[in-house]
């Protein structure tokens, strides 16, 4: 009878669900920047990015390190270190949100109505 194979749920949802909040928020800048040619895959998408300056390549070369464990959690999910990537993931997952959401102005920022309605309120407050 073959070993049985033991999956650690909570790390494989936290890492999925951390992930897909990631890769929403990059299809959203590629198709802000780029319109409807913005509608690819997160590969392309952040390639897309970065070539056009709007990601730091840090930020890009962190996204892709964070999409390998997402996938070895998904594909490998009986791995035995699992639970200890969760708050790795976690973090990093966050220190690219952080990083997303304060892009420089010439930047596509995850937030961009959130930008544009604090520049507009910084033009009101100075007039």
């Known amino acids: 009878m073959p070993d049985r194979v033991t999956v650690d749920a909570d790390s494989l949802v936290t890492i999925v669900s951390e992930w897909v909040d990631l890769e929403r928020r990059v299809l959203e800048a590629a198709r802000e920047r780029f319109g409807e040619k913005g509608r690819t895959s997160f590969a392309g ?27 070895l959690a998904v594909y490998a999910p ?21 990083s997303l959401d304060r892009a420089r102005p010439e930047q596509v920022t995850m937030t961009g109505e959130l930008f544009r309605r604090s520049v507009d309120r910084g033009r009101d407050a100075a007039a």
Do not use: C, I, Y
């Not at 998408?45 to 996938?71: D, I, K, W």
């Not at 009986?78 to 976690?90: E, G, N, S």
């Open 78 to 98: 009986d791995d035995k270190a699992l639970a200890a990537r969760v708050p790795h993931f976690r973090s990093m997952s966050q220190a690219m949100r952080w």
């Open 45 to 71: 998408a952040l390639n897309a990015l970065l070539e056009a300056g709007s990601v730091s390549p840090a930020t890009a070369e962190a996204l892709r390190g964070l999409h390998s464990l997402r996938n």
